[in-house]
């Protein structure tokens, strides 16, 4: 049982935390779905709200969930139960859990289809193909049930490998070189696809805000967007937490997090929406927008198989070390709850994602309610609980001593206090309610 645990692990420095925290939050949200959800949404409208909610609402949750994992020294359950006995706020532990079986799902779908990007770069059979083939391309890989079922369980079996035999510290150092390099990929993408001729289009679509696209399903996506691309509002953050040392700053590593996991998602747009324009290709059609917009660019520039590989390679690491951290959030509750071996609890876990994530595979209409109800509901739910949790359950102490553990006095204290009691429960529930036409 995760209480009697004699001594924990604490990450060694600063960029450790940041990395790992980071590892998770940068994945297929930033890259995948984040421009598909803007596309979808409005564009640069869609931007202006991502951002404020990721500032009101993203930044001080983080801050809740890895002051809450510091002080218990504890995973989400155990955290909860110890900070609240005999109170049911662990449950936001058990909400978290069937989030990420649902969240995972459709994630190793999504993860699958780079995967076979990676194959199409390799064996170079993507070079060539007009924009129109690219579509076709896109749904064959949908189409091929057996194909997509293949890459889904092959990223998800890589997966459990990965969570079972714990070598995440393995997996940190290289992250630490590989994402660095996506981000000069994603560069690189971006010079040449604002050279396109009609690139223009893209980026006012982009930063030209129409606000008359503003509606209560936009603000709705663009908060459920935000909660999934920090990996917050189910409790990973919380165990991160846990392994913080005492003289980190909290506020700091929120912040450092947040602000590389929204320029991520930016840059990716900047690489995107340009293209799409210059080739003529809707900006809101959906799912398959990245995988049809940029193997297009990698057509169009010198060194395009290389890079292009290159890229769904970097791709699918990003997407791996976010779905370690979700496959880690069912392990930690079969092992410390229900008390399976690790070894099993892994497979059983990775089992039931799997038989969902053939569903999801077969079925693009479940695929996207666990798409939209994970984000979008669950998500911002357990938020709504945490912040509640910390700006009016736990008393006012608390938060503050350990925000200030390291030493330094939080200037910011008071107006992080007004937000997590009043702005973020306020307006997650307002969102939450019209999104839903409740009110
Ligand atoms: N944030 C990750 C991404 O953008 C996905 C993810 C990992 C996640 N862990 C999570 C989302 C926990 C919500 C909760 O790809």
Redo the contacts with the bound molecule.
Sequence with gaps: MSSNTPSRDSFTNKFGIIAAAAG???????IW?FPYVLGENGGGAFLLVYLAFVLIIGVPVMISELLIGRRAQLNVFGAFRKLAPGQFWYLIGVMGVG??FL?LAF?SVVAGWTLHYVYLSLTNSLAGNTPGGMIETFENVQATKGLSVFWTLLFLGATAYIVRSGIEKGIEKYTKVLMPLLLLIILILIVRSVTLEGASEGLAFLFNPDFSKITSDVVLEALGQA????????G?IVTYGSYIKKSESLGGTALSVSLA?TLIAVLAGVAIFPAAFAFDMAPNQGPGLVFITLPNIFNQMVGGYFFGLLFFVLLTIA?LT??I??LE?VVAYFTEELKLKRKRATWIAAGITGILGIVCAFNSSVFNVFDKFSSNIL?PLGGLLIVIFVGWVIGPTMPREEIEADGRKAHYYKGFLFIIKFVAPVAIALVFLKGLGWI
């Design positions: 998770s939050a940068i994945g297929l949200g930033n779905r989030a990420a969240i994630y909660f999934f691309s920090l990996s917050i509002g189910m990973v996991d997407a976010s779905s951290s979700l959030v998500l």
